[in-house]
């Protein structure tokens, strides 16, 4: 831990000496947590990505999706290679499950949140009994945050763990970053701690190496990482008919996607850029690539991530020295006003700085587009009603034989 004079040096260069209004006021227990906070913060970050810089981006042409059709002729061949690999220990699944359930309504951690009407089904069991479903031998990492991990780990304890093998789930904690007005200064959120978020899903795999666990990966053989999130109860993990069509077809990532709803749906279309895989956001579409049709009829830019990922740790070991590009993001973000007073902002005041898996996708060697039924693998859950929903979410389980 560094000292108070070592703090203010740093803090003096990254002109963020507001940090340190307070330290007076401070216990002992809380000025030494702050120190810590001060040591960790990377805050060249901050000075480098303000004001936000506009994204360049490459070309953008369409990408040959492996759609159901084409799945459906190696079908038994790719499910028995994937299986393979599982069998082995070769594939892990690891799980992003940082976020709180906020706008659920709810305090804890949204896989705490409960899905069930007759009977408790929590968000985070769902995916369990996904997993277990392909087998209950698979290593799986769940990445939380600051603001989680605590109830997080204690959840699991008090469920059991679903019925999950502890000895096979490793928790790790995401990165923070700190949060910033719109001049760049950080905020205050208590006295004695910096406003921080977690620094986006691409941090994952970075997060999980400085938690000391790449040497799990190493000591179970582990080759593959089914990356996915949280909000997604009906997503199929560590899909033997998907591992199984990277591996045959000799890729070094894959992605599942949809079929989107139309052409303007709220997710990330696969693409080519600069003739490299990469995702291109809806709000990035131009009108023009969102109708555009191919020769067979079909829209070109019609197929959407559904944030789950294979990514091969050995192309993960490669880009991980390299710098993913930083996404600054408008945000409501309590803060202490000048008279040490917490405000709850309802418009965004300031910075959230992330890092983002599509960037990792970008930087892969390449990467699969692999259909799934939409009502089969996707019923994510956004808001408390309405569209992409808790109530969305609960008709595609009932429609999928689950119980609630």
């Known amino acids: ?35 810590i906070q001060i040591e ?28 159901s059709a084409k799945i459906a002729l190696k079908e038994e061949e790719y499910k028995a290679k994937g299986m393979e690999a599982i069998q082995a220990g070769k594939v892990a699944a690891l799980l992003l499950a940082g976020g709180m359930g906020t706008r659920l309504g709810s305090d804890d951690p949204k896989g705490m949140y409960n899905v069930g009407l007759t009977r408790e089904l929590y968000i985070f069991e769902c995916l369990i009994n996904n997993i277990k479903d392909v087998s209950d ?20 304890k008090e469920k059991n763990y679903f019925g999950y093998k502890p000895e096979n789930v490793f928790f790790f904690k995401q990165a923070m970053a700190a949060a910033t007005d719109f001049e760049g200064k950080v905020y205050l959120e208590e006295k004695g701690h910096i406003a921080t978020s977690p620094n986006g899903n691409g941090g994952f795999y970075a997060s999980l190496c400085k938690a000391g666990l790449r040497t799990v990966l190493e000591e179970r053989g582990i080759e593959w ?61 131009t009108d023009e690539m969102a109708h555009a049709k191919g020769e067979d009829g079909e829209y070109l830019y019609y197929y959407g991530v559904i944030l789950n990922y294979l990514f091969s740790v050995k192309e993960l070991d490669r880009i991980k020295s390299a710098a993913l590009p930083l996404h600054v993001v408008d945000k409501k973000i309590p803060y202490l006003d000048e008279n040490g007073n917490l405000v709850s902002p309802t418009e965004p005041n300031g910075h959230k700085f992330e890092n983002l898996i599509l960037d990792m996708v970008r930087m892969m060697t390449d990467c699969l587009p692999y259909e799934v039924v939409r009502n089969y693998e996707f019923a994510p859950i956004k808001n408390k009603t309405g569209v992409d929903s808790v109530e969305s979410a609960r008709a595609l389980l009932k429609e999928n034989g689950v119980v609630l």
Not at 9 to 31: H, M, P, R, T, V
Not at 257 to 282: N, T
Request: glycine share 4%; with cysteine; net charge negative.
């Open 40 to 67: 960790e913060t990377d805050f060249e970050v901050i000075k480098k990505s303000l004001p936000p810089k506009p994204e360049v981006r490459g070309e953008i042409t369409p990408i040959e999706v492996m759609t």
């Open 137 to 156: 031998d698979i290593t799986l990492f769940i990445m939380t945050s600051d603001k989680n991990d605590a109830k997080t780990q204690a959840f699991f």
């Open 1 to 35: 831990m560094i000292t108070v004079e070592k703090a203010k040096e740093i803090l003096k260069e990254a002109g963020q000496e507001q940090i340190l209004k307070y330290f007076e006021e401070l216990s002992d227990a809380q000025k030494e947590e702050l120190l």
């Open 225 to 285: 990482l089914n990356i996915f999130a949280v909000d997604n109860v009906l997503q199929r993990i560590c899909d033997p008919k998907f591992i199984g069509a990277v591996l045959t077809e000799g890729y070094s990532s894959g992605a599942k996607v949809i079929k989107k709803v139309e052409p303007f749906e709220k997710v990330g279309a696969m693409c080519l850029e600069d003739g490299h895989p990469s995702i291109v956001e809806y709000y990035d579409l």
